[in-house]
């Protein structure tokens, strides 16, 4: 098994990649992203995804963080 180190420039993207989808996972009962207002699914989780697949990179899931806009 090999291990990959990534640069300080690739560890920021990935951080900034993290929290654009985890910003924009939550939508209203209104079928909206809470945070852009776009109808789901917004562009900024698909862009932040391009960053995740450079890299061989998957996000990290944060349990009932998308239940947060469910009300």
Same mark, same amino acid.
Do not use: I, W
């Given at each position: 098994?090999?291990?990959?180190? #990534?640069?300080?420039?690739? /560890? =920021?993207? #990935? %951080?900034?990649?993290?929290? &654009? &989808?985890?910003?924009? !996972? %939550?939508a209203? &009962?209104?079928? /909206?992203? !809470?945070?852009?207002?776009q #109808? =789901?699914?917004?562009? %900024?989780?698909?862009? %932040?995804?391009? &960053?995740?697949?450079?890299?061989?990179?998957?996000?990290?899931?944060?349990?009932? !963080?998308?239940?947060?806009?469910?009300?």
């Amino acid at each position: 098994m090999t291990t990959t180190y #990534l640069a300080t420039h690739a /560890r =920021e993207q #990935l %951080a900034q990649a993290q929290m &654009v &989808v985890d910003r924009h !996972l %939550a939508a209203g &009962v209104h079928g /909206r992203c !809470l945070a852009c207002g776009q #109808l =789901e699914p917004c562009d %900024a989780p698909n862009r %932040a995804s391009a &960053v995740f697949a450079r890299y061989g990179r998957m996000p990290c899931r944060r349990p009932g !963080l998308a239940s947060r806009g469910v009300r």
